[in-house]
């Protein structure tokens, strides 16, 4: 009874694994070194284009334009803000809610 409990195909599976195990490593090798070939070319190109003159004239454009539109969403961001408190201080202040709103246990305010 103290048989081992491998089945008796047991070493075919490890040699298929074992090949594509293998094959995962040539292709591993073999993709690294054209990746990093398409890596370097990438690179190049990136370079080439951020050194461009009239991609920096661009981009300091867009820079300038970005921001002025972030400094007049702050300015309207505040303005909204504003209004919102003064509607909610509005609404918490009112001397003029009606009877059946006002908590019969709260002192009157003079």
Request: glycine share 12%; no cysteine.
């Amino acid at each position: 009874m103290g048989g081992s409990t491998k089945p008796d195909h047991w070493g075919v599976d490890m040699k298929y694994r074992a090949a594509f195990a293998a094959g995962l490593v040539v292709g591993y090798v073999f993709g690294t070194r054209a990746g990093r070939e398409r890596y370097e070319e990438l690179k190049r190109t990136s370079r080439r284009l951020a050194e461009n003159p009239t991609v920096q004239e661009t981009a300091g454009v867009l820079r300038s334009k970005g921001e002025e539109l972030a400094g007049a969403a702050k300015v309207k961001g505040g303005e909204i803000a504003d209004k919102a408190g003064q509607a909610v201080s509005h609404k918490l202040h009112k001397d003029s809610a009606p009877a059946e709103y006002e908590d019969p246990r709260r002192e009157p305010v003079s």
